[in-house]
């Protein structure tokens, strides 16, 4: 047992740390500018591809990407460079070509893509050149069980034909979001696993109309493309676009959740350090009371519980990362629930104490805190409320007395 | 002690909830329509004149206004009706002429203002022709001491001219917004309670500019005029639009407080009971895992928990009410804390329920759940964040045993 | 609406406030130190009978009892007084006649005696001659739904017969408990409801064997006669001691819940007076860091949320009272619900901050506090555990929208 | 970064999970039932020292000692197995001569202690012949800060003479406890981290006085000692009884603070885990609604949530004994804090838990679970209550940004 990084994990996260105090969190207040001063609300700010030509030229870059396509890093090791640019999330994950949805996109088409599949998608992916959508959510159906999913996916001759809604699909609105992989059911009548398949739909198919970008507690989320909700009517696609197999939907989907939640919770993690900072920041030159909070109590006391907090967090996100990585993520399976149950709700505890000792300002947006929060609060519903990975986690415990 | 309603509050209540069913909860779907559609963002949606009409028609105006001006209701009686008003919070207030901060100034006008004043403001307030908006917090110091207050209002001849800066001012946006009770120093050198005084700042007054909306998690409340940043920058008003006497700025913030705590507690808590009826529903419709949410143990946790704290805050809300009737504001000081302590906070966690019990609609814009949850949450810093009023209640506390 | 006492209560309270002051505190060291020295350790030190003479001197006897034998007061009238009763929990009910579980055997033998069981039990209970028990729970079932006991009550000839096991029977360790009301089956396959009769065991009668004290967080609880474990072996009695008519054990049992629970909670809140008192008094004396603990932020925020909290419950346990004398106790169904959901865990967790100011000695015998909290924390079990009252009351409020 | 038990620890684990199923659980009912019959209340059941001496023989004793004296293991290496024997908290560390508070002071003889004094009593230490207690606490001052230690050890011609109060003083009346290391001061004017020094006291020397047992919640825990109050009154030994040099008394008990709050933390955590089990155990066979408490869902979220703290719980423990393997108990020291206050009081919520779902029986002496709840629920008080650690952790924490 040993809690040391290891040397290439310890020089990315120098370099990384470096990039974001030189280059990130400068551009935070012009990312703002300029999204306040944009013609088209859903458009990127132009700051964006210059960080991300700068962290390119870093060697920064797709480094959530394990093998030859990406940097090669194993779980254990990226982990901590995820939680480093969770700290500006709307700019460090986007600025390395390691947001979300691409990341897990990326990963499905290394993994799963045909070579033209991969030519034509994964390669302006890799480059930076476009941005994707996952469309599995759904509103009329729990959608955290992915076999609940109703959308149809039905074969007619050389096409498949897809109908159903979707929301809450990430990144759809920004007009650079080039390709959906579409999850639904091929099969609605087969095995129960092996009914969804996941299939590619360009941006402009005819037949997928996005409806409107629907909101987080008041954000739209505009600056990463915001949350779709997308209506499939009659939408054909060449069936060469199917991924994988038919019927191999379900497993798939399964294959791209433990990276997926790993990366959130460390991004979380990289949150909450960021609200801990700008805490104890405020609480250093605020003095409401003739003194500092810094020396109230209660906030003394939010501070330490979040440190502590903190500390059990990110132990266990690292522990799934090296379980990932030793007995991949089937035999992660308890641990990859564990920190989703665990971590937005402990980070949105602490985000919240943050905006508490900020007053006003904490709600505004003139710090990041109330929008750290609503990414953290609806972090537990996306994937599954945490109630279901609950009631899973509990079962699985109760099993090794039964 | 006896805990019925008495035939005024009866009488009010039955009137009340016909007009919400039958008017506001049909009208809320048109306010968010017309809402989305408008030209100017900060205009009030029309379907509001219409409920004002009908509301008035059927006289259920004014309803907060004790003494002759308006209904001539206590505390008591008024705060059942709040209840009500708060369960959708965007409309039955304004229908009513009954929402914040309106509420306050009139009541500032009608026992503070000279008659001149009274004719100009309150007149028209009173007939729901204008809006109005109290400027008191600052972004640089803790405005809920209001002896903090920084902005200035030096005489000068025949007028005063104020310098400062304000923000989070409610309502400001709002073009139909016609009048300003700003608190300032007239006398910062005084003694520490009688430096203070209020004064009338029309619309549109030269050296008064509107910067901008302050946000809360994401929504700017542009249907209630929002929430306005402004800077006074020698803006000049004559000395006639002083309230009251110089000096006498504190005392007239103290004697509006009261009442304001208990209407935010009362629609509060009809905020609450709003999301309790939702989420019951949700609960009941829903079946993620082949049965009714409603019937699983988590949910019902939930709801008795939001079901037992409402009742006690209620009580506690209506006792507070009671004791500022019978006593006086000031003898009711500690309990009008702590409702400010207790309400924000546990509608706040009731809110979250029902939003985790919708899933991913809970954060959206398609139920009212996620505003609400951002109105609760901002009152625990509104007004003074809850640790001030947590530190003067158990000093209080302390003292009967020192 | 009024939330005054009326004049018989007020006139009460002080009454027995005055007689906490100058009796029933100052006998709070006696009594302890009686204990200790006691050769019978679950006999009841002799203070109490002296308490209990000056007591009925006062009037002060038999408050909790509507009707003719008692006092006469209504549910509402009694509550403030056992909440005063409740700050000694050890002396002050016991010294006024009106401790648990005599209260509800004196209740339930009002009520349902025959004249011959009135005069050979009811009156000594009522005169504090002797003390009594009720033997409902069992360790093999979960007790708190009443048709799940399995105890039997056989007819045999003149007699019936029990056989069962009954544990946590308060009281019945205490030699002077001369009778025990016991709770069993009769009709075993009768209607789910009617299955249930109450019969009356006198002490030492053969076949009744009481096997052991059962613990409450280490304390046995000897001074009030212990918790025992009971053995019901071919237990003989005439059947003229059965309650009423056979079958109506149940309906019996939901009477006397009604008034059981609404004193358990008042002097629970009691309790919590007791602890915030100890609390304040701890922390104005104690200063571990060059100030005194009464200044510290966080025994601050405890003092302020106990107090706020403390409000709350009391008026919900008062109008439950007020419910139950105005509509009955089936109307007061879910108010008696919700105060058994909220009061112990409430006052669990004043208690509890109350322990952490004072230290090592929070916990042990040299306050009261330790062992307060144990009662609190039982009281989440007795009676049912909160998650059952949760359950049913979840259900009952979603039945208004289903 | 490697979560893997090295094999000399995954070797001691085997063995030491394989004595507790054949010998220490079996144990259990054995010590209870001894407990209960034994003539002398303080003497130690007899079935402790047949598991010491079955330990022995396996090699499993003195594992919490580095160096030469003991087992040789790191702290990293030990945690594991302290969890392991904290599942039977009152058999495990005592059967393996690895129970506080003789850890500790074997730590400080093998450390500082002269030759004499090792051949004294660190040799029936180590052998298990002897029990030992150390006497730092005091009810007059806040004894968390050892520089507030009041009693006074004065040197006077040879010897040093002792005056004082202490109490809980873990371990001291039973008979077998024949060695007290005292904290006091030599030097009441020095430095002020050199005032202290440690001294030997054997049992019986005159002066020193055991007045009587302290309690936690009821508990005497009269089958390791007790806790105990002591008077030193002119209370003379020798002077080469004193510990390495006067005034080394702070700098010696700060040394002995980490191991000894890891070892505290493991213990707890075994304590968890046990209840975990026992709650999973309960809930698969109890039926209280037709269907396993297992099936609850209210319990599955207990299960799930135990689960997933405890996980954090363990990693941040072992990092913090890893910390202090690689850099020192001083370099460690923040994370020595973090654990402090999140064990005691995670552990405590866990078992609370496990109460709940066991009924009466949780409060009962029928399961473990009682006493592992005062246990954890003093460690919140015990080395100092959370609160006094929390502040100091959060002020290193806001040195950062200062």
Not at 36 to 43: E, F, G, I
Not at 117 to 137: C, D, H, N
Not at 236 to 251: K, M
Request: glycine share 8%; aromatic share 6%.
């Amino acid at each position: 047992m040993d809690f040391a990084y290891d040397a290439v994990t310890s020089s990315f996260r120098d370099r990384l740390l470096e990039f974001m105090e030189s280059h990130v969190y400068p551009a935070e207040p012009v990312f703002h500018a300029q999204l306040l001063s944009a013609a088209d609300r859903w458009s990127v700010p132009p700051v964006v591809e210059e960080l991300k030509a700068e962290a390119r030229r870093r060697g920064l870059w797709n480094l959530f990407l394990p093998g030859e396509h990406g940097a090669g890093l194993t779980n254990l090791q990226y982990a901590p460079l995820a939680e480093i640019m969770g700290r500006s999330p709307n700019l460090g994950p986007a600025a390395t070509n390691c947001a979300a949805p691409d990341t897990g996109n990326m990963e499905v088409l290394a993994e799963f893509g045909t070579e033209a599949q991969r030519k034509e998608w994964l390669e302006p992916l890799l480059e930076g050149r476009i941005r994707s959508a996952f469309a599995m959510t759904e509103p009329d159906v729990a959608s955290s069980d992915a076999t609940n999913i109703g959308t149809l996916i039905t074969r007619d001759g050389d096409d498949y034909v897809i109908n159903g809604r979707k929301w809450y699909i990430s990144g759809a609105m920004n007009p650079n979001c080039k390709i959906f992989i579409v999850m639904g059911k091929t099969d609605p009548d087969g095995p129960r696993h092996q009914q969804q398949s996941q299939i590619l739909v360009p941006r402009d198919t005819p037949g997928m109309t996005i409806k409107r970008g629907m909101h987080v507690f008041g954000y739209d989320d505009a600056d990463h493309g915001g949350h779709a909700e997308i209506l499939f009517e009659n939408c054909r696609v060449p069936a060469e676009n199917l991924i994988s197999t038919p019927g191999s939907g379900f497993a798939i989907s399964q294959a791209r959740l433990g990276p997926g939640r790993i990366h959130h919770c460390m991004r979380l993690i990289g949150m909450a350090e960021r609200a801990v900072e700008l805490m104890c920041r405020r609480s250093l030159v605020r003095t409401p009371f003739g003194k500092p909070l810094a020396e109230q109590g209660v906030v003394q006391e939010w501070i330490a519980e979040s440190r502590v907090r903190i500390e059990q967090l990110r132990l266990l996100v690292l522990k799934t990362a090296w379980l990932m990585d030793t007995v991949g993520n089937r035999g992660a399976h308890t641990e990859i629930q564990a920190i989703k149950i665990a971590t937005p709700e402990t980070v949105q505890w602490i985000i919240d104490k943050a905006i508490q000792a900020h007053g006003a300002a904490g709600v505004s947006q003139d710090t990041p805190l109330a929008e750290l929060w609503a990414k953290a609060r609806s972090l537990r519903l996306a994937d599954g409320p945490d109630e279901v990975h609950k009631r899973s986690l509990a079962r699985r415990e109760l099993k090794r007395y039964a």
